[in-house]
């Protein structure tokens, strides 16, 4: 059940601020009110949902420190991944994700750009041939999702990874990790410092 609401979350159905209703969501499940509890406080330890006394459930907003220190793991998760050599696998799910990304830009749809590059990061980390640092990037990457949702233009904020992404693929299968992984670098300073910026006026 957890897993089926940080999906959600990641995929951007659920938003920042969003009271979320056990009777609702448990009959849409299908799952008992208890069940749905148990996923909600794992979900508040994964600092993605906040329990408010006598007010119920809600989406997280996470605040600058969280966005600056998700980046220090991405750093290290992924930084750790470009240095690998690729499964087939997990460079054809890399592959499509900026695939549809890049479909997705063509039709204007924000949204399912960030979800594609969700997907592709989530990919990338699974260079690691790690079960336990998947997990730990799923959790990451859906409390990132939340923060997405701070960016007044999402184009402004996508766009650019498009073709970073595209760019990062090319230098993963040449075989280059030091460029690939200098280059990673790079690229999170640039997305961290495009949050950083979106959230400064609440700061």
Do not use: C
Not at 20 to 30: C, K, M, T
Not at 48 to 74: A, C, K, M, Q, T
Not at 112 to 132: E, M, Y
Not at 193 to 202: H, Q, T, V
Request: zero cysteines; charged letters at 30%; aromatic letters at 6%.
């Amino acid at each position: 059940m957890a897993d089926i609401l940080r999906d959600r979350i990641s995929e951007g159905f659920f938003q920042p601020g969003q009271r979320l209703s056990e009777e609702s969501i448990s009959e849409a499940l299908g799952v008992s009110r208890n069940t749905l509890r148990e996923a909600f406080r794992l979900l508040g330890h994964e600092r993605l949902l906040d329990h408010r006394l006598n007010r119920g459930v809600f989406v997280r907003l996470p605040s600058v420190e969280d966005v600056l220190d998700l980046y220090r793991v991405r750093r290290v998760l992924e930084g750790a991944a470009v240095r690998r050599a690729p499964a087939g696998e997990a460079l054809t799910v890399i592959k499509e994700a900026v695939a549809d990304a890049e479909r997705a830009a063509a039709q204007d749809d924000w949204q399912r750009v960030g979800t594609a590059n969700i997907r592709f990061h989530q990919a990338l980390v699974s260079f690691n041939d790690s079960p336990r640092i998947d997990e730990a990037m799923r959790q990451l990457l859906a409390e990132l999702r939340l923060v997405f949702h701070v960016m007044e233009n999402p184009r402004a904020f996508h766009e650019p990874f498009v073709d970073r992404n595209r760019t990062l693929v090319g230098l993963i299968e040449s075989g280059e990790p030091d460029r690939a992984a200098a280059y990673l670098d790079d690229y999170l300073d640039h997305a961290e410092r495009l949050l950083i910026r979106a959230y400064e006026p609440n700061r």
